[in-house]
């Protein structure tokens, strides 16, 4: 009889122990990945189409070389007041030795430099940009992985709504990502049908702390339908007035926004 065999037969308890912990019951989990959101601060449209240049030409390809296949780029909605004003670009990352080693890999691409010269090397009075801000995310376990939606809608018509959820103390928002995973709030959103990109807690940035997430829909009725379902869900009207998650968000500031039409998603 074979070993491995015997091992079975005289410790089953230990290999069912062994493959939990190893396997779990099922599949191993995803591991959680993490997010950077770039935003570019833009004064006019000529900066806005140096950027968009820079994503398209350099940046985006750029990111593909170094094994990050997908990356999402996006703009405030026309109704918007910060519309021609903010570029949004969303990076997903597998690991954070993925996010360490990308400026590495960056300064070794010759095809990068080139290609994204005349932004990197711009003149100090002449700037393509007038500043962005870098927020590190780290993904929700009940979402570990980001997740694209393909639509027939043209780019222009989709609608992509960026959430930042800042909270009053740690505590708070540590009470918040809880009511999203184990309190159910991310079942909610799967349970109408809002399609989620990701849901992140903000690990570094501004106005923490906080968390970021985004949902998508086809267009702007889409969304409306959606949100109503949500606000008028059993689940929600449970979930929202439960006194352990009272008082978890102090500030909710929420993003409409387009693709690009060179945006990978």
Do not use: C
């Amino acid at each position: 009889m074979k070993k491995s065999k015997i091992i079975y037969r005289i410790f089953p308890s230990l290999m069912l122990f062994v493959s939990v912990v190893f396997n779990g019951f099922g599949a191993a989990p995803a591991t959680q990945q993490y997010y950077e959101i770039k935003i570019y601060r833009i004064a006019d449209k000529t900066q806005e189409s140096k950027i968009d240049a820079y994503l398209k030409e350099a940046y985006l390809p750029a990111l593909h070389r170094a094994g990050i296949p997908i990356v999402g780029v996006f703009k405030p909605v026309e109704a918007d007041t910060a519309f021609g004003k903010l570029i949004y670009v969303f990076i997903p990352f597998k690991t954070m030795d993925q996010f360490m080693q990308l400026s590495v890999k960056l300064e070794k691409d010759q095809a990068y430099a080139t290609a994204g010269k005349e932004f990197l090397d711009a003149a100090y009075n002449n700037p393509p940009f007038t500043r962005y801000e870098s927020i590190l995310l780290k993904a929700f376990s009940q979402m570990p992985e980001f997740r694209v939606t393909k639509y027939t809608t043209t780019p222009s018509e989709r609608i992509y709504e960026l959430r930042s959820y800042e909270s009053a103390t740690e505590a708070k928002a540590a009470k918040k990502i809880q009511m999203f995973n184990e309190g159910g709030e991310i079942g909610i959103f799967e349970k109408v049908g809002s399609n989620a990109v990701f849901y992140g807690q903000v690990l570094l940035g501004s106005l923490m702390p906080r968390l970021m997430y985004m949902t998508t829909y086809a267009d702007m009725k889409s969304h409306d339908d959606h949100w109503n379902a949500f606000r008028d869900s059993d689940g929600w009207k449970k979930l929202s007035g439960m006194d352990e998650y009272k008082n978890t968000v102090s500030k909710a500031n929420p993003y409409l926004l387009h693709p690009t039409s060179y945006s990978d998603f």
